[in-house]
T-cell receptor
Framework: NAGVMQNPRHLVRRRGQEARLRCSPM?????VYWYRQLPEEGLKFMVY????????ESGMPKERFSAEFPKEGPSILRIQQVVRGDSAAYFC????????????FGEGSWLTVV | QQQVKQSPQSLIVQKGGISIINCAYE??????FPWYQQFPGKGPALLIA?????SEKKEGRFTISFNKSAKQFSLHIMDSQPGDSATYFC????????????FGQGTELSVKP
């Protein structure tokens, strides 16, 4: 499967714990995007990363959320001290440099905070 | 100004009918308008996309109609099938912002046999 790979697919965390979501982009893609989908809502942009750089984090909550895309390995979306309102589906998408706006989504990671 | 408004919220169509979903935007700097299809528990999949230099784009049973002056675009699904039952999202973005998409709220389409 050469698509965008996300794991875990489902994650349950207690309030106050940390959640780490991983994303491996499609082969040859160097741009990664994270989106959040709250229940019954559309997708909201969170952050745009290239290898070792955060390009646009205008959609990231100011506290508790961080993202990275290291030189080696997957992109990580980290949520510290999770609260019930963080329960959502988190989607990663990737694109190669030359296709501009076209992005391809993974299957998502469903976070449930109990 | 960054919003994309989508309607209707839900839509029921008979098999073989035409499904029409509409979107409107305010920001005239948007120059890329994709439509995504999402099945329950899955990620959004790109269906079709259009840029403002054309008024219509067709791929199979899916057509985007684009009205630049009205700042509106719509998705038409011809000969709708039960397998088309899914949630559809329109989106918009600007060329210099890569894959930073502004999504509509989604339309849940149900095609009845």
């Amino acid at each position: 499967n050469a698509g965008v790979m996300q794991n875990p697919r489902h994650l349950v965390r207690r309030r106050g714990q940390e959640a780490r979501l991983r994303c491996s982009p499609m082969k040859g893609h160097s741009h990664v995007y994270w989106y959040r989908q709250l229940p019954e809502e559309g997708l909201k942009f969170m952050v745009y990363l290239q290898k070792e750089n955060i390009i646009d984090e205008s959609g990231m909550p100011k506290e508790r959320f961080s993202a990275e895309f290291p030189k080696e390995g997957p992109s990580i979306l980290r949520i510290q001290q999770v609260v019930r309102g963080d329960s959502a589906a988190y989607f990663c998408a990737s694109s190669p440099m030359e296709t501009g706006n076209t992005i391809y989504f993974g299957e998502g990671s469903w976070l449930t905070v109990v | 100004q960054q919003q994309v408004k989508q309607s209707p919220q839900s839509l029921i169509v008979q098999k073989g009918g035409i499904s029409i979903i509409n979107c409107a935007y305010e920001n005239t700097a948007f120059d890329y308008f994709p439509w995504y299809q999402q099945f329950p528990g899955k990620g959004p999949a790109l269906l079709i996309a259009i840029r403002p230099d054309v008024s219509e784009k067709k791929e199979g049973r899916f057509t985007i109609s684009f009205n630049k002056s009205a700042k509106q675009f719509s998705l038409h699904i011809m000969d709708s099938q039960p397998g088309d039952s899914a949630t559809y999202f329109c989106a918009a973005s600007m060329e210099n912002q890569g894959g930073k998409l502004i999504f509509g709220q989604g339309t849940e389409l149900s095609v009845k046999p």
